[in-house]
């Protein structure tokens, strides 16, 4: 103990001068003055660059990415506010050896999951063995009854997958969140790294970092292994909610990169159960849709009438088999925050196995000792609507009014069913570069891509969200979070 | 290529033009305003501005009034900087079809005319304007053939322009001609000018301005893009691609409508068309381009589902 105190006591050289390590893991420094040995090509890069060169690199970087419009749009105000996405200089970088339990840990995890939404939907097993309380399912707002006994190519519910880890005090990465419906975000790691090798490119060099580069042909690759049987020159199309969604930089970047057509729900017509999009040379049948738009607004006629972003007659011929969704119609009922709580249970239950990745701990406010606990220390956790994404409509204790937490005390006693709460954690820092010209500190999480067709693929990295406010520990872009480039080293 | 980014791009396109157009004229029937008044001039701009789209409430509105309501009124559909928008907004509808560089110039000059309509005061900030909309179409008429692949959307970005401009010239030149027997030099070198086409004219013709010169020129001359004649050539041109592009359907139809327009200009002879009825002529070249803008837009973009399942 008495060494690593005197460690502490060291203050940091150059441009880490105003670094300071706090309680949480930190993923460049064991201790002050000592960057942990996967990181220090990068530390020592970082104090021979004069501060000037580094507000130079980081201006290039903004220009890069401001011309390339990768913007975000931020609902909640009058029309939506397009927005670029901030970014910081310096990468997040994990050693192999790490990336390799994580990427064992998602594959697990995304196997369990598609086991357990092909048994919700088929023969319910698991809920017969009262591993789970069916109610939880019947009750959850993303669960689809229309889907009992439809039968999806090769099984696969979730064919994307975007896990967001977090790294706990002890240096452990667990899983905060499973996003199984519409991930996206996998735009910003993509050309975060195209903009970071022409700012480093020497230092890539030099760490052996693994690439990224495929993800798209793996996507494509993904998609077609979905392709219904018997038919010779698929035709793969990537569903939009159009031009004012805010991922839409995102789904014309993939359809680009991916060579697919970038369709709308008016571009589609269905006849005889059959899908097709209208070209100037008339109808053309396809074959999967790769759908960025929510199950709710897929079809007007089985799920919301009032949807213009899908296409009339859509399930149908998807339940005849005719065409592909990926991901499939009713995932949501795996991602929802209170069957989190299960997925250890599910993981055992599918594959017999011990959870690689372990959950966060998650009080069910269903429970009724949990919920008079979780209600009467509401300031020590964070509290999350289990339907929600993107960091809307969330208590963070520590941080939040006394207004505030009355009200979320109010929503949890009116539909305990729709919470969950969970202990305050303290995310991992990674140092970036500052408004003030120097290097400081900032809570980030990792969403790595997980794609499932005939097999799994996880490109090694995934995007790395920071909250760039000091001390914040939200990361979600749409909160005033920006995003990081993710080095896997390759050894 | 989907029906709905070639319906876009057509739109984009024929909104500038329809932009680019109402610049032009403004621009040259502003400049002769500018001399004393004669009681034909105040007839022709009343009549140049209905076609432009103030229809018949340009009779209640004193000149300058006009002007604004077709410069930058947003109000107005017909507009100079409604168009803009709107060109602007079929654009960022299928920005991953169009090269980028089309998109930044027209967002740019979206961006400009919109700051400039908003401030819009003093005497010369027109003609200022129309020069910023003259240049900006340069521009944005040069970075579309120089930097969009020539497939199948800039064939729609080509009918586009020149459907419009088939329809705004006939137009434009018939309210000039209505009231040809009080018009003098200076009213055919507006004309001229409308359409950037006063030093062409003087290199087939002398600078001897005969109306009926100028009329053959406008309407017959192969070679000037800013004639009715090119125009529908550039039509037939543009279609004849797409048909060659996409595979074989039932193009008759139209085919037989931009047939029958291109013979009806290729074979004319000036002094037939004025000695008949050259207003009647004018609005049949009219009607015809919109017959050709249904078919095609019943061939590629909103054709019935039953007529795609025929073998």
Known sequence: MATSTSLTEQTNPGVFGGYQLGEAYDEMFRANGRPRPHYRALYSRLLSLPREELRRHKQEADLSFFNQGITFTVYGREEGTERIFPHDLLPRIIPNSEWERVERGLTQRITALNAFLKDIYHERKILKDGCIPGE????????????????????????????????????????LEDNLRVPSGVSYMLTSRKVMKQIFPLMFRKCGVRPIEHYSQALLSTLRSLAPEGRSNTTIVLLTPGVYNSAYFEHAYLARQMGIELVEGRDLVVHEDMVYMRTTSGLQRVDVIYRRVDDDFLDPLAFR????????????????????????????????????????????????????????????????????????????????????????????????????????RARIEREPRNYIAQPTLNLSTAPCFVDNGRIEPRHVDLRPYVLFGEKVTIVPGGLTRVALQKGSLVVNSSQGGGSKDTWVLQS | MLSRVADSVYWMSRYFERADHCARVLDATYNLMLNPSKPTTDQRWQRITARLGLGNETMDLDPQTAMVRLLCDVTNRSSIVSCIASARENASQVREQISSEMWEKLNQLYHEVTHAAA???????????????????????????????????????????YMERGCALPALLDAVFSLASGADDLDWVGLLASCSAFEAYCKVYTADLKPERVAEFLLLHSEFPYTVRYAIEQMHAALDSIARMVSVRKAGQMERIVGRLRSSLAYAQIDDIISRDFHRFLNSIIEQCHSLHVAAHELYIEYPIESAFEA
């Open chain 1, 305 to 408: 009438p009032d949807s213009s972003l899908g296409a009339a007659g859509l399930f149908s011929a998807y339940r005849a088999g005719n065409v592909v969704l990926a991901n499939a119609m009713g995932t949501g009922v795996a991602d929802d925050k209170a069957i989190y709580a299960y997925v250890p249970k599910i993981i055992k239950y599918y594959l017999d196995q011990e959870p690689i990745l372990n959950n966060v701990e998650t009080l069910l406010m269903t429970d009724e000792s949990a919920r008079q606990h979780v209600c009467q220390n509401l300031q020590r956790y964070v509290v999350k609507a289990v339907g929600e994404s993107g960091g809307y409509g969330m208590l963070i204790g520590p941080h939040s009014t006394a207004a505030l937490r009355e009200e979320f």
């Open chain 1, 136 to 175: 939880i399912i019947y009750t959850c707002k993303h669960f689809r009854r229309q889907m009992r006994g439809v039968k999806v190519p090769r099984d696969v519910y979730v064919s994307v997958c975007g896990t967001d880890l977090i790294r706990l005090p002890d240096g452990s990465f667990v899983v």
């Open chain 2, 119 to 161: 401030s819009m005061e003093r005497d010369a900030e027109p003609l200022r304007l129309f020069a910023v909309i003259r240049e900006g179409s340069y521009q944005f008429n040069g970075v579309t053939d120089a930097t969009m692949n020539h497939g199948e959307a800039w064939q729609f970005v080509q009918f586009g322009k």
